[in-house]
Each structure stands twice: as structure tokens, then as C-alpha cells.
């Protein structure tokens, strides 16, 4: 009977010992950043209100590890298409501090507005950011995207 008593406690013990380390190991994790409906927007106005930008994946979904292209639209807030901007990009996962792993860039103007941002490549789940730099006729302006994979 003695012995018995022993393997219950053992397996109490052994049940408590995982317990413990699941709830570290629970506790420690990155945890997937929460962010609101306005944070993840994919059409905003830029940081001083020159343009409003739009940023979408091209063929409408969002691919982890594949290399892929982007559109982003430009207008002006009365709604007329910025033509002839110059685009830099930047940008990577703020929680890991790294950049991209692709060096992203306009690769085509594609009318009214809308241009191909191509080399565009997300290698893990989490929050990315992508700043964009605009030059215009209008004048020069930032704005800055975020996508949740």
C-alpha cells in the first residue's frame, strides 16, 4: 500500500512539475501584438495630410516567405491621383528590431494614382511595418503601414 501511495505522489508531483513549466514556458512567449482596426488600416492619410495612401497586396492576399508586389494608391485629399511621386521604402518588425529582409521599391506607375511596390517579403508571422517617403509636385510626405501576419 505504501508503495502505492509513492507513483501517486510521483505522478502528482510530476503532473504538478509540467504544469509549472507550461505556464513559464506560456508566460515567456512573444505574445502577437493587439492592435486596433485603425492601427492595421490599409488606407490612411499621410503623417501631414498631403496625400491619402492606400497599400494593398496586389494579388489580394497576404503570403508569408513569398516574394511579392504591392499597390500603393496616391491622392490628393480632394481625390485627384499624384502622379510622378517618388517612392523610398522602408521599414521591418519593430518587436525584433530587423529590418526587411528585401529591400522593397516602386517598380511601375500603373495610372491614376496606383503604383506597384515590388520586392515586398514578410519571413515570419508578427507585426511588420513599411514606411513609405513620398515626393510630389505637392510636396514630400511619410506615411507608415502596418500588416499582421
Known amino acids: 500500500m505504501a508503495s502505492l501511495w509513492r507513483y501517486v505522489l510521483a505522478g502528482v508531483g510530476l503532473a504538478a512539475l509540467l504544469a509549472g513549466i507550461l505556464a513559464a514556458v506560456y508566460l515567456t512567449a512573444p505574445q502577437a501584438p493587439r492592435l486596433a482596426g485603425s492601427e492595421i488600416a490599409r488606407s490612411k492619410e499621410t503623417a501631414n495630410g498631403l496625400f491619402v495612401a492606400s497599400f494593398e497586396p496586389e494579388r489580394g492576399v497576404v503570403r508569408q516567405g513569398e516574394l511579392q ?3 500603393l494608391t496616391l491622392k490628393t485629399n480632394a481625390g485627384t491621383p499624384v502622379e510622378g511621386a517618388a517612392i523610398t521604402i522602408s521599414g521591418g518588425m519593430p518587436q525584433h528590431r530587423h529590418g ?4 522593397p521599391h516602386a517598380t511601375d506607375y500603373l495610372g491614376d494614382g496606383r503604383y506597384r511596390i515590388g520586392g515586398v517579403k514578410f519571413t515570419m ?3 511588420w511595418q513599411l ?3 513620398i515626393s510630389a509636385a505637392a510636396g514630400s510626405d511619410t506615411v507608415v503601414f502596418n500588416v499582421l501576419l
Open 131 to 133: 514606411h513609405f517617403a
Open 100 to 103: 526587411l529582409p528585401t529591400s
Open 69 to 71: 508586389s504591392w499597390l
Open 125 to 127: 508571422s508578427g507585426l
